[in-house]
């Protein structure tokens, strides 16, 4: 797996996190001192995330650093956070 590859599942894995917390962007900015627009660059993929950028962002949602670069970790267990209640709140007919 190339660097590149590592980005992309670090950008889909940051993502994940936002939205299972319901955290903007610039609150993730403001929290790991990432400036908003470098933050905003990197979600988009135009660069890649730094070592150092990653480790405060996975300060800041409390996983290791390597979790964010994990295919495994946050899409697969937040789809399934996202799915399961959903199913559990429809009337069976």
């Known amino acids: ?5 590592l980005n992309k599942l670090a950008v889909s894995n940051i993502r994940a996190l936002l939205g299972s917390r319901r955290e903007s962007i610039e609150a993730l900015a403001g929290a790991t001192k990432i400036p908003l627009s470098t933050l905003k660059r990197r979600l988009l993929n135009k660069s890649p995330f730094t ?4 480790e405060q962002i996975a300060k800041h949602f409390a996983v290791a650093a390597s ?5 495994s970790i ?14 559990a709140e429809r009337e069976v007919k």
Request: aromatic fraction near 4%.
């Open 74 to 87: 946050a899409i697969p267990t937040l789809a399934a956070e996202n799915t399961i209640p959903a199913l």
């Open 51 to 54: 070592l150092e950028e990653i």
């Open 1 to 5: 797996m190339n660097y590149l590859s």
């Open 67 to 71: 979790d964010l670069i994990s295919p």
